[in-house]
């Protein structure tokens, strides 16, 4: 990247409130939709808070997801570990991201999510019934949000829950190592622990998302070491997303006590309500990250070939030229213009079912814990910030 007098203020940055940007990032998007800022290796990228401009890029064949190239930009030290620099689907380009995304397209439908309604009801009721047996107050994270998607996707997989708190550890671990060896041992026990999985499926398939995919390596479709990185990419993607969005969107609700009655009363539906729970929280803080193989010229720049660039979802989702009163929390804004599941060919694949967990999650939660709020100050909550998700290490409610 061309050097440059303009300022570029240090990114990311912590939050302090957990579902509103930092005040630079809000200092940043007013200077323009494009602009620079300095990665944790004085490296130099390109930060998209437009809208407009964010959907044009993530569209763009010019835009590389490959990070086994060093231009693709590093967001935290430990996601410079070997693991995560070739995780399968989210980090391939075409024609191989194609041919991933092919098979398993079908298996995140509309249709098969909404099949799984019933099971996700019967998940989240037996946790409500669990946290009404604890008594109050509960930990919203270990009682709610870590096991919802845990037992949902395990389900899907084909994965024994009882070992929910190996792979949950161990995703975390991948997700936000504390540093690059920690990512790559998470990394090397999960493919471990996948590895016999996927080899037992081999020889006796079940009626589950892996015993599936293996039916591609009879037909030569797929490999058996990349069913093994496909079910840890799924798991990696599907658990800390939706477990770290559920407290963070109850902390945005719990402190606006009029959208909350609105979600409890049925005002909003909790279909429409979680668009701005998603749009709001922005839990991953970036639609994608990527680097440029060809020079592309938008708005006035020239993003140059080798540049990093940086989507971030939390100010896309705040454009002023899409939202009114984008800081505010409306319920009923009822729009689906957010990039929090990211746009082009790697948007989100799980969005269907993680839309369909977090309504059921919010809906079954203010109904059946009315009197919902904090047991304990605000403050004394931890926020958990390593790298790339937003999330809070324990909410204890009472109701
Ligand atoms: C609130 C929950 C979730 C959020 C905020 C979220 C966010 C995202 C984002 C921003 C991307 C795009 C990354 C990029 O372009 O580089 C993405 C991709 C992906 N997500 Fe999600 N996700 C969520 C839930 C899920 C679930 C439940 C699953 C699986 C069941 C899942 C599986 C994936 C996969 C496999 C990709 C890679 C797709 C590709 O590269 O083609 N996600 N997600």
Redesign the pocket.
């Given at each position: 990247m061309s050097a440059s007098s303009v300022e570029a203020p240090s990114f990311p940055v912590r939050r302090s409130c957990p579902y509103q940007p930092p005040d630079v990032y809000r200092e940043i998007s007013t200077r323009g939709p494009i602009n620079q800022v300095t990665l944790w290796d004085d490296r130099r990228v390109w930060l998209i808070t437009g809208y407009a401009e964010a959907r044009r890029l993530?569209a763009d064949e010019r835009l590389s997801?490959d990070r086994s190239y060093d231009a693709y930009p590093t967001m935290a030290p430990h996601l410079g570990a070997p693991a995560a620099r070739k995780l399968v689907?989210?980090g391939?380009d075409p024609p191989v991201?194609h041919h991933h995304?092919r098979l398993?397209n079908p298996e995140?439908s509309l249709k098969h999510a909404r099949a799984l309604r019933p099971d996700i009801e019967r998940i989240v009721n037996g946790l409500i019934d669990r946290i009404e047996e604890l008594g109050s107050p509960a930990d919203l994270v270990e009682h709610f949000a870590a096991p919802i998607?845990s037992l949902v996707?395990s389900a899907?997989l084909g994965i024994p829950y009882e070992d929910h708190a190996f792979f949950q550890t161990a995703t975390a671990g991948v997700m936000q190592g504390r540093d690059p060896e920690h990512t790559e041992a998470s990394a090397a026990e999960l493919v471990r622990y996948l590895d016999r999985l996927v080899t037992a499926q081999e020889r006796k398939p079940d009626e589950n998302l892996v015993g599936r995919l293996v039916a591609h390596v009879e037909s030569g479709e797929l490999t058996h070491d990349e069913v093994v990185q496909l079910a840890m990419?799924?798991l990696i993607?599907?658990l800390e997303?939706?477990s770290s969005?559920i407290p963070i969107s109850v902390l945005a609700l719990l402190e606006h006590p009029e959208q909350l009655a609105a979600l409890r009363d049925g005002v909003v539906p909790a279909a429409i309500a979680i668009e701005e729970l998603?749009r709001i929280t922005a839990?991953?803080d970036?639609?994608?990250?990527r680097w440029i193989t060809d020079d592309i010229e938008i708005d006035g720049l020239v993003l140059k070939a080798g540049d990093g660039l940086v989507v971030s979802?939390t100010m896309t989702n705040r454009d002023d030229r899409v939202h009114a009163e984008p800081y505010e929390v409306d319920l009923a804004r009822a729009s689906r213009q957010h990039?929090?599941?990211?746009?082009?060919?790697?948007?989100?694949?799980?969005?269907n079912?993680?839309r369909l967990?977090?309504e059921i999650a919010f809906e079954t939660l203010v109904r059946r814990l009315p009197g919902l709020r904090l047991a304990v100050p605000s403050e004394e909550l931890v926020m958990r910030r390593t790298g790339t998700m937003q999330s809070v290490e324990r909410l204890p409610v009472a109701w």
């Open positions: 993530l997801s689907l989210v391939e991201h995304r398993l995140f998607p996707m899907l990419v799924l993607a599907g997303t939706t969005m998603l839990v991953t970036f639609a994608g990250v979802s990039l929090t599941f990211g746009y082009g060919i790697h948007q989100c694949l799980g969005q079912l993680a967990q977090l």
